[in-house]
């Protein structure tokens, strides 16, 4: 159901739209909307969901607009089709943004955790990545994920640029998320505690190996869980770390990221958990178009972990290869083969999916 | 018209068309501009929205229609992208982190006006161009060789 809240944001960014297209570029009240969508099919043999579907993607509409010379907005609304088929609108990322110098940008609103490479790097526009979706264990919290993609407060962030490599942070407060009927919330309206969540990003980019990046990445939170009535059912005290590895040169491409979920709980008793989650993704360009690709996933869970057990998080191996192939520089079709193992059946997806930037 | 006409014609059309793609770029800016110089390796950063700002002072950058062939030359001897591959990383560099790609304007008089009007930007145009304009300073020179 769309509330009334979201309805209005709908309303505005309509109105948005129709004034970007009516408004002369120059002027400096202009703005452009820009926006990424996807259609995709996908067939599974999984056990009591073998079937076959087109499911529309996500319709994302973002915009940034500078407010002054060094101030601006930054809008992102992605409307998608929940599990009954209703429309859902969210308001994915909203951010204002000031630049105090190169070194330090501060920013407050709703963003995408620092947490890795790919929840960085990548948001809800399919055409940027190279494959049909995310790694399941990196997947939105509103789409069975199990690590806090998105924060609501302040950020700051920074690039220094040294002779030996270039150096970006970013240091993150907010709200931490808590569990509700079984999926994680990131606090968006206000914060379920008083406990604040903490982030933060170390990538470096070495001169001598140009495309090469290495990072460092984490998350601290007290993290509650809730059930329908809502009632407290669980409290982890959580800390999430991750190390990656990419390459960017040439033709080639290469993504890894391995993450550490450690929890201790703070509810029904006082013993720590240790999750781990990882994956590896490699691609080579051939000429301009076609884009064949590999990605290896797993996510292994601690099955006592309070954390895990209202999520309903099992033990999943995944095994993709796909072939992407760029119709022209806004628009690609991928088809992928996925063979998935989650420790109670062995199955295979097939997705063919078209993406497009406009 | 006799034969060898049309052939020495054919090779002065074309000497003017290599003269065109091995002329210098300028990178100029306002008078006002903070710094006297810079570096291509700073050009780059600038416009990859990588370099903000520069002694206090917010940096535009202030690019040129996609068929225009300063355009693609720039892009060879500075960014070393296409042009499709540079409009490509802008989109992706704008939904990540917001921000706003290099303002684009038609004609070199245009970026002339441009890096004069506002303080911070900073152009590029044919270094032919840029003689016996007032108000605005070469930072970098790209030689054509």
């Known amino acids: 159901m769309i509330t009334n809240f979201q309805k209005k944001v709908l309303h505005i960014l309509v109105v948005w739209g129709v004034l970007a297209f009516m408004t002369p570029n120059t002027t400096s009240f202009s703005f452009e909307l820009k926006g990424f969508g996807d259609v995709t099919y996908t067939n599974s043999t999984e056990k009591g969901n073998d079937k076959d579907s087109f499911s529309l993607g996500m319709l994302d509409l973002y915009a940034s607009q500078p407010i002054d010379d060094k101030m601006d907005v930054f809008v992102e609304l992605v409307i998608e089709t929940d599990a009954t088929g209703e429309p859902v609108t969210d308001l994915e990322r909203f951010q204002i943004s000031y630049i105090v110098n190169d070194a330090l940008k501060v920013r407050v609103g709703r963003f995408h955790n620092i947490l890795g490479y790919w929840n960085t790097a990548y948001h ?62 990131p606090n968006n309206a206000s914060d379920d505690d008083k406990t604040k969540a903490a982030s933060f990003r170390l990538l470096v980019e070495p001169s001598a190996v140009e495309g090469l990046g290495v990072g460092l990445s984490g998350n601290l939170s007290t993290i509650n869980g809730y059930d329908s009535v809502p009632a407290k059912i669980m409290e982890v005290r959580q800390g999430v770390f991750s190390a990656d590895v990419t390459y960017f040169a040439g033709n080639v491409e290469f993504i890894g990221e391995y993450y550490i979920i450690q929890d201790k709980d703070e509810f029904g008793g006082s013993n720590d958990y240790s999750s781990s989650a990882y994956y590896a993704q490699g691609g080579y360009l051939i000429g301009e178009e076609f884009l064949p690709y590999l990605r290896y996933e797993k996510t292994s869970v601690d099955e006592n972990d309070p954390y895990f057990t209202v999520l309903g998080t099992k033990d999943t191996e995944t095994m993709i290869g796909g072939l992407r192939y760029n119709i022209s520089p806004a628009s690609s079709l991928k088809a992928e083969v996925r063979g998935v193992d989650n420790g109670t059946d062995k199955f295979e997806e097939y997705a063919i999916q078209w993406a497009v930037a406009f | 018209m006799k034969l060898g006409t049309i052939f020495g014609s054919f090779l002065i059309v074309l000497c003017l ?8 770029i300028a990178i100029i800016a306002g008078d006002d501009f903070p710094k006297g110089s810079l570096t291509s390796a700073e050009v780059k950063d600038i416009f990859l929205g990588n370099m903000e700002m520069i002694e206090g002072t917010k940096v535009f950058p202030l690019d040129q229609k996609d068929s225009e062939e300063i355009k693609k030359e720039f892009m060879k001897r500075i960014i070393e992208m296409s042009v499709i591959w540079y409009n490509r990383y802008w989109t992706k560099r704008v939904f990540r982190e917001g921000g706003t790609p290099p303002a684009v304007k038609g004609t070199q008089d245009e970026v002339v006006r441009g890096v004069k009007e506002k303080k911070g930007t900073v152009g590029y145009i044919w270094k032919d161009e840029a003689k016996g304009k007032d108000g605005i300073k070469i930072l970098l020179t790209l030689s054509g060789s």
């Open chain 1, 124 to 185: 809800h526009g399919a055409q940027l990545q190279t494959s049909v979706d995310r790694p399941a264990f990196l997947n939105f919290e509103d789409d069975g994920g199990i690590l806090p993609t998105h924060m609501v407060g302040l950020w700051l962030s920074g690039r220094l640029k040294t002779a030996p490599a270039t150096v970006l942070y970013g240091v993150m407060a907010g709200n931490g998320s808590r569990v509700r009927n079984g999926a994680l919330d």
């Open chain 2, 17 to 24: 068309l290599s003269v065109t793609h091995a002329a210098d």
